[in-house]
């Protein structure tokens, strides 16, 4: 499982400038691509730039494009540049070939204000950078960092500050009370007593400090952050592997109460209104696409076998809920109670055209009505009947976790192999984990991904029966 920390990043102070730069940056790409091409600026194309910009801005957020060049890799970030533009100059295209609009606009221009955009927003990044990291290597805008705790913590983030100078970090040394012949983890890199890293702290010698501590250090870590109190260094918490498993740690608030979230949804604030927007999108354009191929495996159903054509069985949603979802039927029984035996190889109950069905997961095609209901999402956790949930909540750790967000047609654990029976908990235990890692790390991006990676790993798997 990906174990890097789930607390959120709030937006860097230079956030707002990031926006404003590439509003700027693609604002000039399209007066420069007019003046090339010999075109004055109208009200048409100032309206085609907001159309531009709105869904620009809307992926970048969903992409998470403006968080802290400190989090992630720089070529990343160039590389969401590319596809919030593709996104954006794509919805431009589909919105005036909708309103018969095409022959307004010179295709010369928007081609070149697309290759124009790219570069500019590209450019003002990388120039940036190299400022930033000319200014790092000289010794301006660098900070100075010590670490209290000699743990498996210290070490990857002795590495992380090693291995990217663009973070302006400066490695100070690790302090810990303990002998260094117990630490095996950092001991070389030993640089002091506690005692000695709050004396230096009062005197200036490195700008933050890290504590990586276990949390079951608590009254010590409490006792340090007091000392530390006398001091004006920046002090932060890194979590242990404890926090590090746990949800989606995130710092809020009662009235002046501080808290932390342990157990949350990821879709908090406009992220909800982003996954619901995502979700009816896509399970739309699916139902459109696919309704002919549907109506035809309802009518091959009838014609083959006795019984209904959709089965409807009871399943827990977003905060456990129960919900009924809809699966074309693929077997001579329906069941829905306390006990429900799962499908094993060369099961008597699965019709011959429902093995097909069930092998390409063309069975799970009616849950696009489930996304368009709200009960189910396109990508997340995959529904299980209400009696392995039962099971299966007693016998693997965190497991009703699954549930903070909505159930989905596709996941994260089906893309990598973990579908179909679970005779084994060893099945289940990944499936978990899994699904798990995709809630911790949740973003509208990911989900494009799992939709993408569906197509050539999620509809067939070695233990679907």
């Not at 590389?79 to 919805?91: I, K, R, T």
């Not at 354009?285 to 069985?313: C, D, E, H, N, Y």
């Not at 029984?333 to 699965?350: E, F, L, P, S």
């Not at 009703?400 to 235990?429: C, F, Y």
Request: with cysteine.
């Amino acid at each position: 499982m990906n174990t890097h920390t789930s607390f959120k990043a709030g937006d860097s102070s230079s956030s707002f400038l990031n926006r404003l730069f590439d509003i700027i940056a693609i604002g000039a790409a399209l007066y420069l691509s007019l003046k090339l091409y010999g075109q004055v600026v109208t009200t048409s194309y100032i309206m085609l730039y907001f159309t531009v910009m709105a869904v620009y801005l809307y992926a970048a957020e969903s992409v998470q494009l403006y968080r802290s060049w400190r989090v992630g890799s720089f070529s990343h970030n160039i590389f969401f540049v590319a596809l919030c533009l593709f996104l954006a100059f794509s919805a431009m295209l589909l919105i005036t070939f909708a309103l018969k609009s095409t022959a307004s606009y010179s295709r010369v221009v928007c081609v070149g204000w697309f290759t124009l955009a790219f570069c500019f927003s590209a450019l003002w990044r990388i120039a940036g950078r190299m400022i930033k990291n000319t200014l790092h290597k000289k010794g301006f805008s660098t900070r100075k960092v010590a670490i209290i705790g000699c743990t498996a913590n210290a070490s990857r983030l002795i590495t992380e500050i090693a291995n990217k100078p663009e973070l302006g970090l400066q490695f100070h040394g690790v302090y810990d009370d303990r002998l260094p012949d117990r630490l095996p983890e950092c001991g070389q890199l030993l640089h002091g007593k506690i005692d000695e890293c709050v004396e230096s702290a009062r005197d200036g010698a490195f700008d933050k400090l890290y504590i990586t501590l276990p949390l079951s250090a608590d009254k010590r870590i409490s006792e340090i952050i007091q000392r530390l109190g006398d001091t004006t260094v920046d002090v932060h918490i890194v979590p242990d592997l404890l926090l590090y498993n746990l949800m989606h740690a995130r710092l809020g608030n009662i009235g002046s109460v501080e808290t932390l979230s342990v157990f949350e949804s990821p879709y908090y604030g406009a992220r909800d209104w982003l996954k619901r927007t995502f979700d009816v999108v896509v399970s739309t354009i699916a139902l459109v696409l696919l309704a002919v191929p549907m109506l035809a495996i309802a009518a091959a159903i009838k014609l083959t076998s006795r019984g209904p054509v959709f089965f409807k069985q009871d399943r827990y949603g977003l905060d456990g809920k129960p919900i009924k979802v809809y699966k074309f039927r693929s077997m001579t029984v329906q069941d829905n109670g306390n006990t429900v035996i799962q499908a094993t190889k060369n099961d008597a109950r699965v019709t011959p055209l429902g093995a097909v069905l069930r092998r390409t997961s063309l069975d799970e095609l009616p849950q696009f009505i489930n996304v368009l209901k709200g009960d189910m999402s396109v990508v997340g956790p995959r529904p299980h009947a209400v009696a392995h949930n039962e099971q299966y909540r007693k016998l693997v750790a965190f497991y009703m976790l699954r549930h903070k967000v909505k159930p989905g047609i596709t996941g994260w654990a089906q893309i990598n192999g973990w579908r179909g029976e679970t005779d084994s908990l060893e099945k289940m235990e990944k499936r978990v984990e899994y699904d798990l890692n995709y809630i911790k790390n949740w973003s509208l991006w990911w989900d494009t991904k799992i939709v993408f990676l569906t197509f050539f790993r999620g509809f067939t798997g070695k233990n679907v029966y």
